[in-house]
């Protein structure tokens, strides 16, 4: 989900005609994709520790394929 003023991001589980507000600015979020398990799983996270790195300023788990840490901006290291 995406606010669109402020681009802010969130995850989360969705239902078609439901209004999601983000708690913190009260704008409200609109779909902006869809995160899909790898088959197969029994998991409904979005991210397995597999596919996961800390990030060597902030320490804060990040995705292997991401290229800018999200939380803190540190460019990251090639794989
Ligand atoms: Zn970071």
Known sequence: MRAPASGREAIAPAEPGAVYVDRETGEEMVPV????????????????????????????????????????GLRQEAL
Not at 36 to 54: C, V
């Open 33 to 72: 994709a869809r995160l899909l398990p790898l088959a197969p799983s029994d998991s409904a996270l979005p991210r397995t520790p597999e596919n996961l790195r800390a990030c060597r300023r902030c320490d804060q788990l990040i995705g292997l394929d991401v290229s800018d840490c999200p939380y803190c």
